[in-house]
């Protein structure tokens, strides 16, 4: 379905089945197929899927300036008051846990329960600096079949026992098939908002969003060969959080992709507490 922003934008949502609400939010530059491998767990929910504005199926926004947290979060809102849902536990994907975050800290009351899938409120610098070396910029990939065999490459060392039918999966969740090859599956003004938000000046500090979880059921998932949430990082926001739920994963790096055994254990825990 689609459902209609403040600002007029359309944005692509898929709602299914019944019980306590989870509403999955995907990565930076990731829509609703970030959780194809997950659903099959998720049959005792509700699950909403919404890709932001300029992803997915998605409208792009004109204002790439609207490509923040703050926006996306807000946008989040009025998806959960257009449904009638007062409240909803968030499965977010690294992007998707800032916005979780951000949730927290500015519309708390809309936010049961968080499960931070591999980020926290510090970003490791080798995370963005891996991330800018592809946002915005198309694929040069003709074929699924040479993006399955590239993101095979790219990511062996960090994800191990990954079949080659999971990066083609990967490969079609990430881009669009055209005439002329792959192509992006968002709006490539996303760098633009991301080089417009470095040069602003410094990263704000999000541990205050962070602390904002407290008082509801938190979990975080980390792979254990993550270059985006770092062991110090993990263990500051134990320490700040003891009750939150935590499992690392083996063989991933960024990001699990939710269906290890690991991942759907953090996934319960925090749904039976909501």
């Known amino acids: 379905m689609q459902f209609k922003t403040s600002d007029g934008l359309s944005l692509h949502v898929e709602d299914a089945g019944s019980g306590k609400v989870l509403l999955c ?3 930076l530059t990731r829509n609703t197929r970030d959780f194809d491998f997950v659903a099959p767990h998720l049959g005792d929910y509700r699950v909403i899927r919404m890709d932001y504005r300029g992803r997915g199926q998605s409208e792009r926004d004109p204002e790439f300036a609207n490509y923040n947290v703050v926006r996306e979060a807000r946008d989040v809102v009025e998806l959960l008051d257009h449904l009638g849902i007062g409240k909803a536990c968030v499965l ?12 927290a ?19 490791a610098p080798e995370g963005i600096a891996f ?3 592809y946002v915005g910029k198309r694929p040069p990939y003709r074929t699924y079949d040479e993006a399955a065999a590239a993101l095979e490459r790219i ?7 990954v079949s080659p039918e999971v990066w083609q999966r990967m490969a079609r969740v990430q881009y669009d098939e055209t005439p002329d090859g792959l192509d992006l599956r968002y709006d490539p003004k996303l760098r633009d908002a ?5 040069e602003a000046g410094p990263a704000p500090d999000l ?17 254990a060969n993550s270059d985006l949430l770092s062991p110090a990082t993990l263990a500051e926001m134990q320490a700040r959080f003891p009750e939150m739920i935590v499992e690392t994963v083996p063989g991933r790096g960024h990001v699990p992709f939710l269906d290890e055994p690991e991942s759907l254990r953090v996934i319960r825990a925090v749904m039976e507490r909501t």
Do not use: C, H
Not at 155 to 161: A, E, L, P
Not at 207 to 223: D, M, N, S, T
């Open 105 to 123: 800290a500015l519309f708390g009351d809309r936010l049961g329960g968080a499960v931070l899938n591999d980020v926290g409120p510090v970003i």
């Open 92 to 103: 977010g994907t690294s992007r998707g846990g800032l916005v979780a975050m951000a949730l």
């Open 131 to 133: 991330i800018m070396t």
């Open 207 to 223: 541990w205050p969003w962070f602390e904002a979880l407290k008082g509801r059921p938190v979990g975080v998932i980390r792979g």
């Open 25 to 27: 939010l995907p990565g």
């Open 194 to 198: 991301l080089l417009a938000q470095a």
């Open 155 to 161: 990511y062996s060392r960090s994800f191990t026992g």
